[in-house]
């Protein structure tokens, strides 16, 4: 069988390839293209575009860059027809997926959705449009699967978080090793996840390292993105306290003490590797404007959103300032909030479901086109 994969974003690559894995084991025929990173490439398939032609944030740079999104939608379409596919994955990224969903439902190929827009957060009137144009829809949080059966009465299956997958096929790094290899020295770590797109990482970044010098106990290591050049991070790394290590978040996580993370797939991945976090988001003032008044959520990080309760702090906007960003690192350092956290991370844990989403999803995925 052919499929055409589409992921958009670091995350999307990272869950693509462990699809792809798995899509071979069910069918070892299979020939696959694909829109996604390093990883997928890795995995085996074509690779079409890379990922990181494709990340704009937030509103506005939407609005900057629009040539360029809609001349990907137009390359997109053309490659699709002429690879013929018996099924497209659409792998998060709504905004474009679900233009090419819509085309290609009116092509009658079959359209598979892995890992749900986040409709729950904000533009809930998608639904209609995921109604009309996704044929199957597999969930990976536990409250989607009530939000679309019971809310929407459409029928998605929940196969569990992709996460889990990731960070239990990993090869587990000797820290002594992981050190030596990138001149740390003894000290506790204290990781700082940015996040992948430059006009992200800059603004996080200057916030992050605001309390640099307010912990000489401890050492800071930014995790560089893989989207992004060495070059990009240099501005940043003018204290020799401050380390930098590009590619290896989740080996960097599993020696960490604690972190300061940017919302989004990060927070939930921090909390799996157990290390007490503070989530600092920032945004573009247009962009932040806007967001607020559309997004109806208590929380952003996908750790409290699963929990139901504020797990870990959540400084936004205005509240990320160093002033607020160390009193809450103090806090999980130092204090008995950081035990409530870890013993959080375990209930968070069992509510994921246990290893096996990215072959459950492609085992109903090849299912589906040999039924």
């Given amino acids: ?16 390839s462990n699809l ?20 997928m490439e890795k995995t085996g398939g074509t690779l079409v575009k890379h990922y990181r032609e494709l990340a704009f944030m937030g509103f506005a740079e939407v609005v900057m860059n629009l040539k360029t999104i809609l001349n990907n939608i137009k390359v997109c379409k053309a490659d699709i027809l002429k690879f013929q596919p018996d099924a497209i994955i659409f792998i998060d990224y709504p905004g474009f997926n679900m233009r090419i969903a819509k085309w290609a439902k009116n092509l009658k190929i079959p359209t598979h959705y892995y ?16 109604k009309r144009d996704v044929d199957f829809m597999y969930v990976i949080l536990p409250f989607e699967k009530d939000f679309y059966e019971k809310k929407h009465h459409f029928p998605v299956e929940f196969v569990g978080h992709p996460l889990i997958d990731a960070i239990h096929d990993r090869e587990p790094v000797d820290e002594a090793t992981f050190r030596r290899e990138f001149n740390l020295d003894e000290k506790p770590i204290i990781a700082l996840l940015p996040g992948s797109r430059k006009q992200e990482i800059s603004k996080m970044l200057t916030e992050m390292l605001s309390v640099v010098k307010d912990f000489p106990k401890y050492q800071f290591v930014i995790a560089g993105a893989p989207s992004q050049d060495y070059e990009f991070y240099a501005q940043f790394l003018n204290n020799e306290n401050v380390h930098f290590i590009s590619n290896r978040t989740y080996d960097l996580l599993s020696v960490s003490t604690a972190a300061l993370v940017t919302s989004g797939t990060a927070t939930l991945e921090t909390a799996l590797f157990k290390v007490p976090e503070v989530v600092c988001y920032k945004g573009g003032w247009i962009s932040y404007q806007i967001a607020k008044r559309i997004i109806t959520l208590k929380y952003i990080s996908l750790v409290n959103l699963i929990m139901d309760q504020e797990v870990v702090t959540e400084l936004i906007q205005g509240e990320c300032n160093p002033k607020k960003i160390k009193a809450e690192l103090h806090k999980i350092l130092e204090t008995e909030h950081r035990k409530k956290v870890l013993e959080s991370y375990e209930i968070l844990e069992k509510k994921l479901g246990g290893i096996g989403a990215s072959q459950k999803t492609a085992h109903l995925i090849v299912d589906k086109l040999n039924s």
């Fill in 1 to 16: 069988m052919k499929y055409y994969i589409i992921a958009g974003e670091a995350s999307g690559d990272l869950h693509g």
């Fill in 20 to 39: 792809m894995k798995s899509l071979y084991k069910e069918d070892p025929n299979a020939e696959i293209r694909f829109w996604g990173g390093d990883l």
């Fill in 115 to 130: 890992i749900s827009p986040q409709i729950w957060a904000w533009k809930e009137n998608r639904i209609k449009e995921i």
